[in-house]
């Protein structure tokens, strides 16, 4: 599910403060994070369907 599309600036807390705000977790940019899911693709393979999850974009990339 995509809450919103917007970028965040990872040197602030601001996406962390939205991931609060809704709800959701937060994806860490650093993929040596084992402790909660990261911008790797293999952190999100046991996902729940209905987990949400803000993903920050470290080169500004989107979804659509």
């Known amino acids: ?36 899911y990261t911008l790797s693709p293999t952190s999100l393979l046991k996902i729940s369907s209905k987990t949400k999850l803000v993903l920050p974009s470290p080169n500004g990339s989107t979804l659509s």
Do not use: C, H
């Open 1 to 36: 599910m995509v809450l919103k599309n917007q970028d965040w600036n990872l040197k602030d807390e601001s996406a962390i403060d939205y991931a609060k705000k809704v709800g959701a977790e937060f994806a860490d940019f650093n993929r040596n994070n084992t402790d909660s």
